[in-house]
């Protein structure tokens, strides 16, 4: 019978640091085939990847890091033990939060990125032609600096002239600010107890920071968590909820991500109206944007609107608004668990 093979546990509930430490030693190794990463979705749920390597780890102030390089998914960024992007198909995500509202806007040319530490958000938003200025606060610099030095596709993004790098509280970025911008992006880790960031999905902050910061007709976006059959009740609901106490007009939509192993969704609104039809969309992709899309085209959004029948009864029927004292959070936890 063969040796066992060596798992590794990244995840809130690890002492992260020490762990990685030592069994790191055993990826590069003739063992290196029987390697795995383990992420904990839920209690009785676990999501494995066969490792090449683990090329990097930290811990910062805020958060575990790591940077692993996947046989399925090739490098793949991890926070506080959850997936975070991953080579092969993160320009699903990323195409799916930036492009819809850009395109929905009439003539977008400022972006405020609320986390998007590892530079894809903003690389996806300098591909419009009517952009003046890219604004990506994030509040972990320990991110921002190990995306920069091990992610090389946002090499270019991350050097661009129109992109203007914050390395702070989102929150307070915002609020200190005087101008008011087109687009704002919530490129947030998911709310985790004890995490960084669960206060950027309340309704006081969207209401009093986040919304006097957009222009008259400007559109507020932000991913929204798993919106599978199964764990759409997680956040997903509650962040859509929350948010319709706020704007006007509000859209939320999903596709399946498979490095997340789930359906994903995203919410977006505005007090102006949002639609625009398939062909309208399309025109406006091949008008205004730089390269082309892997993913997003005008039919594919509009199918992406339309829920099956459990997650829209579940949307149509949420009741939970977010606050900083009665947030939802999916399983996990942040770096304040272990102190």
């Known amino acids: 019978m063969g040796e066992a093979p060596e798992v590794f546990y990244i995840n809130g509930f690890s002492k992260f640091g020490h762990e990685i430490e030592t069994q790191q030693n055993h990826v590069n190794d003739q063992n290196h085939d029987s390697s795995w990463y383990e992420e904990i979705i839920d209690d009785d749920l676990k999501w494995s990847f066969k490792l090449n390597s683990v090329l990097h780890k930290a811990i910062s102030e805020y958060q575990d890091i790591a940077l692993l390089d996947t046989k399925r998914f090739g490098k793949a960024l991890v926070l506080d033990g959850k997936m975070q992007s991953a080579e092969t198909d993160e320009f699903v995500y990323h195409e799916c939060l930036i492009h819809p509202p850009l395109l929905c806007h009439p003539n977008p040319k400022t972006v405020f990125i609320m986390g998007g530490g ?16 890219v604004i990506m606060c994030d509040i972990d610099k320990e991110v921002v600096n190990f995306c920069r030095k091990y992610l090389i596709v946002n090499k270019e993004a991350f050097s661009h002239k129109k ?4 390395i702070n509280d989102a929150k307070a970025e915002l609020e200190k600010r005087k101008e008011k911008f087109d687009i704002i992006v919530g490129d947030l880790a998911d709310p985790l107890e004890d ?3 669960y206060q950027l999905y309340t309704k006081s902050f969207y209401e009093k920071i986040l919304k006097p910061k957009l222009n008259d007709n400007g559109i507020f976006v932000t991913q929204a968590g798993p919106a599978g059959i199964f764990t759409h009740k997680e956040v997903f609901t509650s962040i859509y909820n929350t948010i319709k106490q706020v704007f006007k007009y509000v859209i ?13 969704g995203w919410v977006m609104a505005s007090d102006q109206p949002l639609s625009i039809c398939a062909n309208e969309m399309d025109r406006r992709i091949e008008a205004r944007i730089d390269g082309e899309l892997l993913y997003l085209n005008g039919a594919w959004f509009h199918s992406s609107t339309t829920m099956n029948k459990t997650v829209y009864q579940s949307l149509q029927n949420e009741t939970h608004v977010y606050t900083e004292e009665s947030a939802r959070f999916i399983p996990g936890h942040g770096m304040a668990f272990h102190l």
Do not use: I, N, Q
């Open 252 to 264: 939320a939509y999903t596709t399946h991500v498979p490095s997340f192993a789930d359906t994903w």
């Open 195 to 197: 995490g960084p960031c």
């Open 118 to 133: 590892e530079g894809s958000a903003a690389r996806e938003a300098l591909k419009h032609r009517s952009m003046d200025r």
């Open 163 to 166: 992109l203007d790098l914050v």
